[in-house]
C-alpha cells in the first residue's frame, strides 16, 4: 500500500485538516504488467504482416527494375525503406518486452570487431547523404560477445548520430583497444544534449523534445536496449556532450568475458 496525506484548506489558507489515503499499489503493478504484456502482444502481431508486405515489396521492386521502369521501381524501394523503418520500431518495443521479462537471450560467440563495424557502417552510409569515416587505432581483432546484438548498438548510436545531426555533413566513427577492452566511438556535430539531461537518454522512454526549428522521431528506446545489451556484456556505455556542439557516445566491451 501507499499511504498519502492530503491538506484541507480553511478559507484563511491554513491547513484545517488533513486526509489520508491508502492505495493499493498492487493494482499498479497489474496494470503495467497488463500494459507491458499488450506491447508484446501487440508487437509481435503487427510483425508478421509487415513480414509479408517486406517481401512483397521487394518482389515488386526488382520486377520494377527488371521491367526498365526505374521511377516506379524508386518508389517500391522508398517503401522498402519505410517498411525497415517500421520493423526498427516494432523490435525495439519487443527487445524491451524480453528486458522487462527477462527474457533478452545473448548469443555469444567469436567474431571480427573490426569487421562487424566495417559492415554496420557500410549498411549506415547506404541510407545516409552524412559521410560516415572510421578511424582505428590499432586493430581490435576477436572479440567473444553476441554479434548481432551489438551490432544493433553499433547501429543505433551511428543512425542517432546522423539523426540528431540534420545541419552537419559528417559523422566520425573510431575504434581503439584498451588493454583487453574493445572501445567503439561515435561522433557527431550536431544538436548536442543538455549537460543536466546526458545521463537520463539512457534511461526507458526517455526524449529530450527538439528544438523549435526540428522535431526527431522515436521511442526513446534505442539508448535503453543499447545499455541493457553492453551491461550484459559487461561493458560500458557513455556519452559526453556539448549543447549546440554535438555528441560523442562511446562503450567499451571486454574482449573475451571473464
Ligand atoms: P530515440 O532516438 O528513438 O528518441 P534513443 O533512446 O536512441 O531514442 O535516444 C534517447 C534520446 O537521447 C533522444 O530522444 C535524444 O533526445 C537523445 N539523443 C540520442 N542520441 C543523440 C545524439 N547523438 N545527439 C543528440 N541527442 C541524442
Redesign the pocket.
Given at each position: 500500500f501507499l499511504g498519502r496525506a492530503i491538506p484541507n484548506f480553511s478559507e484563511s489558507g491554513e491547513v484545517n485538516q488533513w486526509t489520508g489515503t491508502f492505495t493499493d499499489i498492487d493494482e499498479f503493478k497489474q496494470l503495467e504488467t497488463q500494459k507491458d504484456n499488450f506491447l508484446g502482444i501487440a508487437s509481435h502481431e503487427l510483425k508478421t504482416p509487415l513480414t509479408s508486405l517486406k517481401l512483397y515489396t521487394q518482389f515488386i521492386k526488382n520486377n520494377l527494375e527488371k521491367a526498365g521502369d526505374p521511377k516506379n521501381a524508386n518508389v517500391a524501394r522508398r517503401m522498402d525503406y519505410q517498411i525497415d523503418l517500421l520493423t526498427g520500431l516494432i523490435n525495439e518495443l519487443l527487445d524491451v518486452t524480453k528486458i522487462q521479462k527477462g527474457q533478452m537471450q545473448l548469443n555469444e560467440s567469436l567474431f571480427d570487431f573490426d569487421k562487424l563495424v566495417d559492415e554496420v557502417v557500410e549498411e549506415q552510409q547506404m541510407t545516409s547523404r552524412h559521410k560516415l569515416f572510421v578511424s582505428r587505432s590499432g586493430t581490435i581483432g576477436e572479440v567473444f560477445a553476441d554479434r548481432h546484438r551489438i551490432s544493433q548498438v553499433i547501429a543505433?548510436l551511428i543512425s542517432?548520430?546522423i539523426?540528431?545531426?540534420p545541419d552537419a555533413d559528417e559523422v566520425h566513427i573510431s575504434t581503439s583497444l584498451h588493454g583487453d577492452q574493445a572501445q567503439f566511438n561515435v561522433k557527431?556535430f550536431?544538436?548536442?544534449?543538455p549537460q543536466d539531461k546526458q545521463s537520463k537518454?539512457f534511461e526507458q522512454y526517455?526524449?529530450?523534445n527538439g528544438s523549435k526549428d526540428y522535431t526527431?522521431?522515436?521511442?526513446?528506446?534505442?539508448?535503453?536496449i543499447s545499455a541493457e545489451i553492453i551491461r550484459r556484456t559487461g561493458g560500458e556505455i557513455f556519452v559526453s556532450?556539448v549543447e549546440g556542439e554535438?555528441?560523442d557516445?562511446c562503450f567499451r566491451i571486454p574482449k573475451y568475458k571473464n
Open positions: 543505433n542517432n548520430a539523426k540528431y545531426s557527431d550536431g544538436i548536442g544534449i537518454v526517455y526524449r529530450i526527431f522521431s522515436g521511442l526513446g528506446l534505442g539508448l535503453f556532450s554535438g555528441s557516445f
